[in-house]
């Protein structure tokens, strides 16, 4: 706190203004700023860099643009409020709302001075607007549940909107329901016909195919075996995934699901738990010590020796949530991935970090179980989960 109010007084009132309704507008407009991102804002601006918008720029769209339409966005509104190009004049005549260029949704606020910070993170409405109170209760509910399915797990601050997400995970892994595979069975009637067994019952008739065999489907549901990454670098993402693994296990027709730091823990009884608070304190009585250090090369070699024969058939799908940081050797890893690779039907590895920009998988870790994945895929928010329903219906 200290560091944050020596950052406070070396920036300035009019500045911290200016910055506060910067990230006011940003929000407006569908980028999602924690604390975080704010409290490393306000650190650029108290350096040598604010003397100029074209200095700070660089630092500031790498802080607040997490996803590619961010990036597509920011340079516009930035223009508008620092500079005041690129948006109309703030001019408005009697009864008719203002528009802003290309559906900015905010006032012309870069063509204030930097003195005139009176409601600077205010957005106005048009005196003419049309929209009805209920119209647009209804298109704001919409809209934050469409946020909530694109928001980074980690930039969700607020309370409500971390509930919100739970609540998402849970149904999403509710619609994740069991498949039906390809493998037939032997049937009277069925889809197909049948043509080894049909001739071979016709052999008893001198080979006139009397009576027909046909082929039906046989029910076997995929199995999944989520396995999570509970490790403190893990920290703000594991709680929606609890939810979501707590949904898999009330959903799907078999599955199992553990969690991971320094060692494995299984948790599949406690998840088992209609209420979901109720499952989340069973949960933390038993994985005493999350939040530590990881170990995934021997969390799975445990999993392997003691749970795998009994939790894997010939269509499970095993799904590792982790961002790949090892403190183990990495040739255990890879050794112990291998092994797991023969056991099951796909192995799908989730990253978080995937998510972010720029990112590439350089972690010791993360390039020894690489070889072994069938699936590496993003899980930094809810549409990504959404993504992997038609990769395991395939399965």
């Known amino acids: 706190?200290?560091?944050?109010?020596?950052?406070?007084?070396?920036?300035?009132e009019m500045m911290r203004a200016k910055l506060s309704g910067f990230v006011a507008v940003l929000r407006d407009n569908g980028f999602v700023i924690g604390l975080a991102e704010t409290r490393d804002a306000l650190g650029v601006m108290s350096g040598a860099s604010a003397a100029r918008p074209s200095q700070f720029r660089p630092a500031l769209r790498a802080l607040f643009c997490s996803r590619h339409s961010d990036w597509q966005k920011f340079d516009e509104i930035f223009d508008a409020w620092w500079t005041g190009r690129g948006m109309k004049s703030a001019t408005r005549m009697s009864g008719a709302p203002q528009?802003?260029?290309?559906?900015l949704q905010a006032v012309a606020a870069g063509n204030r001075g930097l003195g005139d910070n009176q409601n600077a993170d205010h957005v106005q409405r048009g005196e003419g607007s049309e929209e009805s109170e209920v119209g647009?209760?209804?298109?704001?509910g919409a809209s934050r549940t469409e946020l909530l399915t694109k928001t980074d797990f980690r930039h969700l601050t607020d309370p409500d909107d971390l509930s919100a997400a739970h609540d998402l995970a849970a149904r999403l892994a509710r619609r994740m329901r069991a498949r039906l595979t390809r493998r037939m069975r032997a049937r009277h009637t069925g889809q197909r016909?049948?043509?080894r067994r049909t001739i071979h019952k016709s052999v008893a008739h001198g080979g006139t195919p009397i009576d027909l065999v046909h082929r039906r489907r046989k029910d076997k549901p995929l199995r999944l075996v989520v396995l999570l990454d509970a490790s403190g670098s893990m920290n703000l993402y594991s709680a929606v995934f609890l939810r979501f693994m707590h949904g898999v296990l009330n959903a799907f027709r078999q599955a199992e699901a553990f969690i991971f730091h320094t060692r494995l823990i299984h948790v599949s009884p406690a998840l088992h738990e209609r209420d979901p608070e109720r499952a989340m304190q069973r949960m933390s009585l038993i994985a005493e010590g999350v939040g530590g250090?990881?170990?995934?090369g021997d969390s799975l070699a445990t999993f392997n020796r003691w749970h795998a024969k009994r939790c894997i058939h010939s269509r499970t799908c095993v799904m590792i949530v982790s961002d790949g940081y090892d403190t183990g050797p990495s040739s255990i890893l890879a050794g112990e991935m291998k092994v797991l690779r023969q056991r099951c039907r796909r192995i799908v590895w989730l990253n978080p970090m995937i998510g972010w920009q720029d990112y590439a998988p350089e972690a010791a870790g993360m390039k020894a179980a690489l070889p072994h994945v069938d699936l590496f895929a993003p899980a930094h928010n809810l549409e990504s989960l959404v993504a992997?329903?038609?990769y395991l219906a395939r399965i």
């Open 1 to 12: 706190m200290s560091a944050l109010r020596k950052m406070d007084s070396d920036l300035g």
């Open 293 to 296: 250090g990881t170990r995934i």
């Open 193 to 195: 016909l049948d043509l």
């Open 388 to 390: 992997l329903e038609p």
């Open 99 to 103: 528009k802003a260029l290309n559906g």
């Open 136 to 140: 647009q209760s209804k298109r704001e």
